[in-house]
């Protein structure tokens, strides 16, 4: 009496005869090794089970997302990309093809040091980690990050907006000057127009400067603070950083500050912004749920 055997062995026996027809007879093969002539021929008109070709089809379409999201998507944001698709496979499945084909999700570091300045009392905490708002331009958060390159250190400065986690301006500069911050919320201002925001950030000497208080002021944005040596009063700021480095910097250094820029636009602009699921947005972009806010506000929707 055969020995019965898992489904994959007994595909790998009748591989194994297939390989070795024109040495042996087939029968005898069969027999020796535990397997029915007639499963074996069957095999041969359908050597791959229907599961396994649906594991490759889906592989293909998992690859696509993973390789779209330039390696940071797990399990869980390909699912989701599969489903809009119009898949219904489970994040189980998705997990294992992912595991057996060496698809891991990305993971990088997150080192920070960007002196500050002395506390000033005359900018309060206005904004007391309230990180959830209602609408667009409510609040905004800004930071400095640094980004190594073979030609020195490049700083970067973001401003983001809370209601959609969205980098609404930004700016890189070699020198960690007023300037940097100046640019980038320049630039949100002019992207944005903002009225009577909110604009909070940490005690870097850049944000303590006599120009920042008279642009915010000339720009109707409202300036607030992190108590000192605080990193969760900016949390939605440095967890930017933190995806910024572990999905797309991975402890590289830059050839040049200029290879750098390039690629810190099309991290920024292209994907964070347009394309990359957050889950506090309940999985989408920040630009596909302004989008959303937008038609509700209008009736579309």
Known sequence: MSKIKAPGKVRQTYKFIESHSDEFNVTTMCRVL?????GYYAW??????DRAQEDARLLTLIRASFTASHGIYGAPRILQDLRERGETCSKHRVARLMRENGLHALH???IRHIPVSKPLALIPNLLQRQFTVSRPNEVWVTD??????????LYLAVVI?????KVVGWAARPTIHRELVLDAIANAVRSRRPRNTLIHSDQGTQ???DAWRCFCKANHLEPSMSRRGNCWDNAVAESFFSSLKKERIKKRIYADQETALLDLAEYIDDFYNSARRHSHLGGISPNEFEAVHCKRESGVY
């Open 108 to 110: 990088g570091y997150r």
């Open 34 to 38: 535990g397997v029915e002539r007639s």
């Open 207 to 209: 944000y303590g400067s």
């Open 161 to 165: 907006d809370l209601f959609s986690k």
């Open 44 to 49: 041969l008109q359908h050597p791959v089970s």
């Open 144 to 153: 400095i990050t640094y980004i190594r390159t073979w030609q020195g250190w």
